[in-house]
């Protein structure tokens, strides 16, 4: 036999072992896609980060077109980047390639001749070239010693979430660094000094949360919703001379809003189903992230592992110890909790927290043991019905015997007080001993009948055989009726039953329960009193209600017992330790009676002063 406590300590232990177990399981897989669409509701409910305001945008969009009645040419270019240039801009990165200007061989070749001789600027190109590649990143001639810098965009399209999310960066493929990994280390000094340290070349320990993918280097851009970043119409640049000023030390992104082609938008965590963002903007958030260096960093998977298994354990203790709609609440909160702390996580302190897990978990643990806790209550339930039907069968067969041996016994009886009435009618007198012993038998003979009249009562309220005869009486004849009845037995004791009955209508209801109830509480008053004490009988018609009270000078009922009485074979503790007799049934038996003429039947009672037993029937 195990005892209890180690009863205890297993049944936990293997609930453990079953939340760890559906962990590890469920840490197989990574539900990237869940993962990455709650990151997106965090990154939407965190607010957004401030831009540094080192990052200006500078678009082709529909009023430059207009205002220039075409597409920029090489010259508007040339011009462009010389304005820029002479405004004293840091990085001048160009998303459009000076290759697709349009423009005569002269202008072609001058703009070549711009875009190399000023150094702050390069060209942007989507390629990533491959180690050992040689101009890869070259553009066509005449622009061949032009400067450029692979800065892909990437898209979880065919990786992680699969739903052409742009959500990261790259900062270098192959060892090879990117535009924005290179530009951002020249504002932020932190970077810039981890370089040094690196021989003055890139190094992914200068920006916070780089992780590496099949051989890349790749960082969260930390997003702002798409309008954050204000652009200047490029053709304002080649005009307004006043607005230069603004570019002075900083990074200029130099890319096209004209909606002619989807690949100059993505989507963000901001705009998961349409394309929202250019990729101008998208630039700007990437070099801001890199400047304020607060890349979203994944937590580690030890910390998934480690919530994951204690929220699978608490789900399981949740619905195998608590109610179901407690548990629910429970499992609600912590979801809802959990989720917050995962947001505060991210805008605090730029952490990644996983949510996926958990919550899996707490479904697959619900859903897995909700049937087994079903079960385990049905079969509860189907044992209490089983010991039920059986004490319902055992207490069918106490009641049968009870009416059959009464039934029995009432024949014989009824033979004994007839041959006591022969020999106390007899013409020879009897003597005074003689005369006692016929009177204690009758007593005891009418005593006996009356208790089985009890039990034969019980059993037919138990066998629901019992139906009313109806018949119209005035209750204040039954009520003088059974006083009048019983008044020997109060003058055996010297009691005095007074009686004060306002007149009343005939009602409808069954003479012979009625007159039970009643001779029930006048006898109780009397067998429970003391010897000359006196008992008030009253009858009243109050609210639509005839009321009969029996009111005594008796021992009292104590508290504690008051809500028993009424009970089936119920005597009080004085009762059961006295001389009086009594079976315990006739208050039971009262109560039915009274209750099947839709009545009520109370008691009010103080101790040592006395009860008083009152009796409502419906007068119609
Ligand atoms: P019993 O056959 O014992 O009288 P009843 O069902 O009539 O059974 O009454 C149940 C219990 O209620 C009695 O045992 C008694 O303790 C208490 N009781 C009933 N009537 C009175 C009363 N008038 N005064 C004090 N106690 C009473």
Redesign the pocket.
Known sequence: MISNRSREILIQASRFVFALAITLVLTQFSFDYIESFLYDARVRARPAPKPTGLVETIIVDPPTIQALGRVPNAADFKNLIERLDRAGARHIVSLLSPVDSVGSLDETRALAQTAESVKSFVVALDDVPLSGEKDALKLAPPFDRVRTASAPVPVDRNIFARDDVTRRMMLAYQGFPTLHAMVGADFNEGAAAEFKKNGDRYTPNAYRGVFEYLKSDQAYVQFSPSGTYQPVSYVNVLRDDAGLSKFKGKIVIIGRDIETTSKDYVRTPYSRDIVAMTIVELSANMFDTLIRNDSPKRAPRWMDLFITVLISYLTVLVVLTLKPTTGLLVLGATIGGYFSISILALWLGGWWIDVAHPFLAIFICYYFFIPYRLIIENRRSWEYYQKNKLLTQVEELKTNFLSMMSHDLKTPIARIQGMAEVVRSDANPLSSVQSEAINTLRRSSDELLEFITSVLNLGRIESKAIQLHLQSKDVNSLVQEVVDKLDYLARSKQIEIRTELEPLFSIKFDVDLIRQVLS??V???I???PDKSSILVSSEERDGLIVVQ?A?Q????PED?LPH??MKF???R???GST???????????KYFVELHKGRIQ?D?TLNQ??T?TVELPAS
Do not use: H, Q, T, W
């Open positions: 029930n509480l006898e109780n008053a067998k429970y009193s029996v005594d008796g021992p009292g009922i017992e009485i009424f119920y005597r009080s004085n009762a059961e009086i007799k009594g079976s315990g049934l006739g208050l039971y038996l009262a008691v009672s006395g009860s037993f």
